[in-house]
């Protein structure tokens, strides 16, 4: 049986797929408490995807290089869907974190989790709170493949040599 190829831009069609979906949900059935559920769903969902990814990239290897440059995209998509959590999460509920500007930057710096050092950026709401979480462990979820990752390749060039 052949394992069918997989490709970086399958993922970011993915992502913005869903991204495109729940902001149409978002818009188009404006409920109260659901919409914050409907963030919390698409935002494991979204994470759920950028890890797969990381796990299946080794099977993508061709060099050093392009391990780096895919692990690297992954990385940078995780980091930019997540702003895009926040940003739906401020608009649907805005006391969620009182602090945080609606604006590119700071919604880039918070998907880093950036403000987990900074008290002043803590989420204000369980909603907050349970997307912070979702994100915080699906982060550290991201980085243990992407070490995994890095190790196969170390491993796999070592042998080769």
């Known amino acids: 049986?052949?394992?069918?190829?997989?490709?970086?831009?399958?993922?970011?069609?993915?992502?913005?797929?869903?991204?495109?979906?729940?902001?149409?949900?978002?818009?188009?059935l404006p409920v109260v408490g659901a919409n914050e559920i409907l963030i919390l769903i698409f935002a494991i969902i979204g994470a759920g995807m950028n890890i797969y990814v990381a796990?299946?990239?080794i099977e993508e290897v061709k060099s050093r290089l392009h391990v780096i440059v895919f692990l690297s995209l992954i990385v940078l998509e995780f980091v930019v869907f997540f702003a895009f959590e926040y940003w739906y999460l401020l608009i649907v509920q805005p006391?969620?974190?009182?602090?945080?500007?609606?604006?590119?930057?700071?919604?880039?710096?918070?998907?880093?989790?950036?403000?987990?050092?900074?008290p002043l950026y803590l989420p204000a709401t369980v909603v907050g709170r349970a997307l912070l979480l979702v994100n915080t462990?699906?982060?550290?979820?991201?980085?243990?493949?992407?070490?995994?990752?890095?190790?196969?390749?170390?491993?796999?060039?070592?042998k080769s040599l």
């Open 1 to 28: 049986m052949k394992h069918k190829k997989f490709k970086l831009s399958h993922l970011l069609l993915g992502i913005v797929g869903l991204l495109a979906l729940e902001a149409a949900l978002l818009y188009f």
């Open 55 to 57: 796990v299946e990239a």
């Open 95 to 118: 006391a969620s974190f009182p602090a945080l500007n609606i604006d590119l930057l700071s919604l880039l710096l918070h998907s880093t989790m950036v403000f987990v050092f900074n």
């Open 137 to 158: 462990l699906s982060a550290l979820g991201l980085v243990l493949f992407i070490l995994q990752n890095i190790w196969q390749l170390h491993t796999k060039t070592s």
